[in-house]
């Protein structure tokens, strides 16, 4: 199956989308700070997408794998499987972005244990506590906020 990252939007509402909204400008940031591996689709000249409709990315040729699609307000189960390559760390930033300002998403991972992170979640975490002030924690298998 491969190492995958998991999100749903069960209950996608006001909060969520003001939420998606403030996280853009993190979103482009983060992209951008990891552009040298980055691309539209892994076989793609094409940048990144980052908007109000859509975050869309891949890794490059080989380092690729699936894309990375998160649609605001698609109320679905989905995923994108890494496989670990190097753009791994952007999917995990990303997603923990999101699920810090968006209250209905539901963020889970191949990478996320109660007793121990895998893959570039601990590197992911740190740098989103540190650049953005999220601080988040896994419970049940689920990235949340941390109680402050």
Known sequence: MGYTHYWEQPLWGPKDQAGYEKVLLAVEEIVERH?????YESNSDEPPEVSLARIRFNGIEDDGHETF???PGRVTFTFCKTARKPY????CEVLAVLAYECPSLEVTSDGLGDDELDGAWPEALQAVHQEYGAPLEVANGRLVRKAV
Do not use: E, P, Q, S
């Not at 552009?35 to 691309?39: I, S, T």
């Open 69 to 71: 699609l998160f649609v």
């Open 35 to 39: 552009k040298d591996l980055l691309r």
């Open 88 to 91: 791994d760390r952007a999917v």
